[in-house]
């Protein structure tokens, strides 16, 4: 009896990885979200992790290999929950042939794992090929047996996959399944998103283009295929959607008890909101495990947009309160089995949710605010632009926009809205959503020809070596002469190319006649490219010469990097043993290290720190460097850093009974050549990131002359002890802040003194008494103050306009205040409204409550016209 075809997401994932690693595919594990690709901000394909591997930049894993990798996309997010498998974040099954087998043996297996281990009918199967791959079609037709009725050619568009302008490419073939057979072969429409699913991508890697767009053959032709989980889950599961799938349904499910709603009840609005719930809390969680922390830039924006999307959903079911952290648990507990990082990663995970969650309603608590001030000023029509304002910045729902706009009896700008929308959608296509192959600049270029560079910088700081490349104010060259920017690349070096946080080394090339200031060394993939300028002689290529680094540099960077070592083991031993570094700088004169914690570090702590490394300096522990394969190496402790991919064979570096850790960089031979240690500053840098700053070595002693000198001139300055400066600077902030309350009471007691004799000034107008003054020398809150004290005594029927210059000389800051009696504002004119209107004429703005507002301008002199104007429309409304 056959075995039941998988049926759950885990079983698929698990089926598709075995079938392939029955078949000599190498099972690789998913890689983190964050790629090392510096082109693109998130992997955002399942090749991506090999991207390497086709350019021949990196040796491929094995010959063979297969992966379930994680990915995430965003440009069209507008589409998550709308469509029936539009998603941020899924899954993608790949299998991949580096130079080993092709066309015929990838379209045969992808049959036989459709058909056979998943159990899909051929009645639901049709292929598409590229429209003129011959070969394809005919292993379709011939090998496999696909009814040639349902292979559709397709044009390049759709089926023929590039990488590039240049590069790498090649026709792709798919497969569909096709929920209505019953309707027939004859003029299938794979466009039909209704009938048909593609959920098997072929890509025959076969071609080189060339900048003249011609075509030739590769070498060693490469399979990359991917098969979206989500989808084939949807399929064999049979639900409408992937959301129903049990790869999101239970984040639905969550999120709908939240919201005390059924998800099968709700209308498509409330299902939609469901669905960006579900898709994007998975999103973020595996984000902030990777390591990615909200913030307004690159990756960190991204983050921030998805997790406000889910708040904003939330609060369009009802959810009126933090549910992150909620949505957070049911994410983890979901995917842990599939990605058990998840599990260790938890409390940073709900930490960073309820931070920016908290954060997010913050902020739209100012939404609010700014919708307020919007309509203080009575427009006519709330604008798109400002309607989108509150929906990008301030992550304000445009249906509630709407809403309030229609209380007030206005519109929004929906057209406006849709505009400014369509703009920001093109902005985010403009970003890399596909993966780019093709090399920039000359030296990518050159490097990209060359072979690894042999860094013999562990054992030696002179060398002489053949330069093999060279490029001279920043092209390709042959030779270069004094005065010429160059970047040299030597077939083996001494200098340390900038890596693992620590910055490159300085130093010389040298020969006959001639020097070469090296100022930085950077690292193109495997190749050190060193870059500075000629100061004397000429330079060649193919040239014998001298290579210097500098000594003390060197010191110093190999002290600050070991140092940082140190911290990292006494921040996990004294605050968290769960610390993770998050990212380093190691330079010549400091060192910089951030790392994962959910809240300060308090200064007795940081002293404990101090303490600690000190200690271990003055212990002299000899260190111990070694290469051993990763395995080895985590099996020993050896940290890693999260989301660093490292090779097979790793270098640990060992501060034995301290810290060991997998390390590239340079280091000293014994921590007493550190000397002494500082810590400078503790910050935070982002949400759940900290910073550390220190100096060590030589720089500390820098650092104490600097801070001497700082105690000596406040010392003769407060003349006082370095013992006694603290308790001087803390008796003269008493001192102020007593000057600065007294001066402040006396200003209101001068704008209530002035007011009084404006009482007298109030004219009746109507049932109301009127008054609309000038009064200049006071602040905005004395200004409010003493406007409040004349409608308390004018009564019910006051209305009190105040404005003045707080500077008479200043007439670039104007300060308004108005005051309504509860009879004024029965009559129809509100404070708040009222002032926001004289603010405008001012070149200003603001608002209030309907009896007491305050506003602002920066055209004084405007004001007595503002006033004159506001007296007119008072007499207007109130006559």
């Known amino acids: 009896m056959a075995a039941a075809a998988p049926r759950t997401g885990a079983e698929i994932r698990a089926a598709f990885l075995a079938f392939y690693e029955q078949r000599g595919h190498q099972p690789m594990a998913s890689a983190s979200l964050v790629p090392e690709d510096p082109t693109v901000l998130l992997t955002i394909a399942g090749m991506l992790p090999f991207k390497p591997v086709f350019l021949g930049q990196q040796p491929r894993p094995a010959p063979r290999a297969t992966s379930a990798q994680k990915c995430i996309r965003t440009n069209d997010i507008e589409n998550v929950g709308r469509t029936a498998r539009h998603h941020t974040f899924f899954e993608m099954l790949g299998n991949f042939s580096f130079g080993d087998y092709f066309k015929e043996q990838a379209i045969q297996w992808a049959w036989q794992l459709s058909t056979e281990v998943f159990g899909l009918s051929p009645n639901n199967l049709v292929v598409s ?18 009814n040639p009725k349902r292979i559709i050619r397709m044009d390049e568009a759709d089926n023929f996959w590039a990488s590039g302008p240049t590069g790498p490419c090649g026709p792709c073939s798919e497969i569909y399944y096709d929920f209505k057979p019953e309707l027939g072969d004859d003029g299938i429409d794979l466009e039909d998103d209704s009938r048909f699913i593609e959920f098997y991508n072929l890509v025959f890697m076969q071609y080189n283009r060339d900048a003249e767009g011609t075509l030739t053959p590769l070498a060693a032709r490469n399979i990359d295929t991917g098969m979206g989980l989500e989808r084939m889950a949807q399929i064999l599961q049979g639900v409408p959607n992937n959301y129903e799938t049990d790869l999101i349904f239970p984040l639905i499910e969550a999120a709908s008890a939240l919201a005390g709603v059924d998800y099968h009840a709700l209308d498509a609005k409330g299902q939609t909101s469901l669905k960006v719930i579900g898709d994007h809390s998975r999103a973020i969680t595996q984000l902030i495990c990777d390591g990615v922390t909200a913030s307004n830039l690159g990756r960190g924006y991204i983050l921030r947009r998805l997790l406000r999307r889910v708040v904003r959903h939330g609060r369009l079911l009802g959810i009126d309160k933090p549910f992150l952290s909620a949505m957070g648990e049911a994410s983890i507990t979901l995917m842990q089995d599939a990605y058990p990082q998840l599990v260790a990663r938890r409390e940073v995970i709900l930490a960073e949710l309820q931070r920016e969650e908290a954060r997010f309603l913050e902020t739209l608590e100012r939404g609010e605010k700014l919708l307020a001030e919007v309509l203080a000023a009575q427009p006519e029509q709330i604008s798109g632009e400002q309607a989108f304002e509150l929906y990008d910045t301030y992550g304000f729902p445009l249906e509630l926009t709407e809403e309030i706009a229609e209380e007030h009896g206005l519109t929004v700008d929906l057209a406006g809205f849709e505009a400014a929308m369509e703009a920001q959608r093109q902005r985010a296509k403009a970003a890399a959503v596909s993966i780019d192959l093709t090399l920039q600049g000359a030296i990518d270029q050159v490097a990209a020809d060359l072979e690894a560079t042999q860094f013999r910088g562990y054992e030696l700081l002179e060398q002489r070596s053949c330069v093999v490349a060279l490029v001279v104010n920043g092209e390709p060259a042959e030779q270069a002469v004094a005065g010429d920017a160059v970047q040299v690349v030597l077939d083996t070096t001494p200098f340390y190319g900038e890596g693992g946080g620590q910055v490159g080394d300085r130093g010389l090339l040298t020969g006959d006649g001639l020097i070469v200031a090296i100022e930085a060394v950077s690292r193109n993939r495997s190749v050190f490219v060193h870059s500075g300028r000629v100061e004397r002689g000429s330079l060649a290529l193919g040239a014998v010469v001298h290579g210097q680094v500098d000594r003390a540099c060197r010191r110093r960077a190999q002290a600050n990097h070991t140092a940082t070592h140190l911290l990292q083991a006494a921040l996990k031993q004294v605050v968290d043993p769960g610390i993770g570094q998050a990212g380093s700088l190691v330079d010549f004169d400091r060192l910089r290290f951030d790392f994962h914690c959910p809240r300060a570090v308090t200064a007795a702590e940081l002293e404990q720190v101090e303490t600690l490394i000190n200690g271990w300096i003055s212990e002299a522990h000899a260190l111990e460097v070694a290469e051993m394969a990763i395995e080895q190496a985590k099996a020993a402790g050896a940290v890693a850093m999260f989301g660093e991919k490292y090779a097979d064979v790793v270098r640990v570096v060992d501060v034995p009974g301290v810290s060991m850790e997998l390390c590239g960089g340079t280091h000293v031979a014994n921590t007493a050549e550190i000397g002494l240690f500082k810590i400078v500053a503790e910050s935070g840098v982002a949400a759940g990131i900290r910073r550390i700053e220190a100096v060590a070595g030589p720089a500390v002693l820098a650092y104490l002359n600097e801070r001497d000198a700082v105690v000596r001139q406040l010392g003769d300055r407060f003349k006082a002890q370095p013992g006694e400066i603290v308790e001087r600077v803390a008796q003269l902030q008493e001192e102020l802040k007593a000057s600065q309350k007294a001066l402040a009471a006396a200003r209101e007691q001068l704008a209530l003194a002035k007011s009084a004799a404006l009482a007298s000034q109030a004219v009746p107008c109507g049932d109301a008494m009127l008054l609309v003054a000038r009064l200049d020398g006071v602040e905005g809150a004395g200004l ?44 129809g004119p509100k404070a708040g409204a009222f002032i926001g209107t004289v603010a405008k004429a001012c070149g200003g703005g603001g608002g209030g409550r309907p009896n007491l507002a305050q506003a602002g301008g920066r055209d004084g002199a405007a004001l007595d016209g503002a006033l004159e104007q506001a007296r007119a429309d008072l007499l207007a409304d109130l006559g």
């Open 129 to 146: 090929v590229f429209r003129e791959d011959d070969e394809a079609e005919a292993i379709w037709r011939d090998l496999v047996g696909v």
């Open 784 to 827: 409010q103050s003493a406007a409040a004290g004349l409608a308390e005594q004018l009564g019910d029927g006051a209305a009190v306009v105040l404005g003045g210059l707080p500077d008479g000389a200043d007439l670039s800051k104007v300060v308004l205040a108005a005051a309504f009696g509860p009879a004024v504002i029965a009559a």
